[in-house]
């Protein structure tokens, strides 16, 4: 079984400063990982993902994610968050082992960015 | 230009009502699915398809139903709409990578369903 955590429901963070969406997750074998960001009344635009190689990942719009096998975790991270970055962030996890390519997401985090 | 489509983007209508929730994507992808978004954020998968002809229970239960007759196509229909249906629903496909590894999924922009 796959599963996600996001365990902050909502981020505030002000304009110009960092901006850290927390992911951990759980798989049997080894994970594919995935955020995707979602702004009001669309469907969810693909940021960024591991696969394999480097933890540290760079994904659109100048975020970026690190992957850390020891803390199963994949935060997102922004070194200067804009007005413009305030939505719904998701973090998603495939198992390698699991056939096919269900996705299972966590349960979103509100990022509020304040002028 | 490739692309997802999800048509109606928002669909309000009475209890009882047969709807049927259009999705198509014209990039060749193999594999499409529907998710659920409930009012608190969190998306379930309720459908999926490998290809045409093949159909799969996702995560969540529904009382939906899907076809996979065109690999560009993969409609969703409720043969008797309830309050309960009322939430968003997103189409997404994906394919994969040369190298065997699945790809990331793209996402419709959404139905809004609201059943009154």
């Known amino acids: 079984a796959q599963s996600v955590a996001q365990p902050e429901d909502q981020v505030n963070v002000a304009e110009g400063n960092p901006l850290t969406v927390k992911c951990t997750y759980s798989v049997s074998g080894n994970p594919y990982l995935f955020w995707y960001v979602q702004y009001p009344n669309r469907g969810l635009q693909f940021l960024l993902k591991?696969?394999?190689?480097?933890?540290l990942v760079k994904g659109s719009y100048g975020f970026e994610a690190e992957f850390n096998k020891s803390q199963t975790s994949f935060h997102l991270k922004k070194p200067s968050a804009l007005v413009s970055d305030s939505a719904l962030y998701f973090c998603?996890?495939?198992?390698?082992?699991?056939?096919?390519?269900?996705?299972?997401f966590g349960g979103g985090t509100r990022v509020l960015v304040k002028p | 230009e490739a692309d997802i489509y999800q048509t109606p983007r928002y669909l309000v209508i009475g209890t009882g009502k047969k709807i049927t929730l259009e999705c198509s994507q014209t990039?060749?992808?193999?594999?499409m699915y529907w998710y659920q978004q409930d009012p608190g954020m969190e998306l379930h998968l309720i459908h999926y398809s490998y290809g045409v002809n093949s159909t799969e229970k996702g995560d969540l239960s529904s009382e939906s139903t899907v076809s996979r007759i065109r690999t560009e196509h993969f409609p969703l229909t409720l043969e008797s709409a309830r309050p309960s249906h009322t939430s968003q629903y997103l189409c997404?496909?994906?394919?994969?990578?040369?190298?065997?590894?699945?790809?990331?999924?793209?996402f419709g922009p959404g139905t809004r369903l609201t059943v009154l």
């Open positions: 591991y696969i394999t190689g480097d933890n």
């Open positions: 990039m060749g992808h193999d594999k």
């Open positions: 998603a996890v495939r198992d390698m082992r699991a056939a096919g390519n269900k996705l299972t």
């Open positions: 997404a496909s994906s394919d994969a990578a040369v190298s065997g590894i699945y790809n990331e999924q793209f």
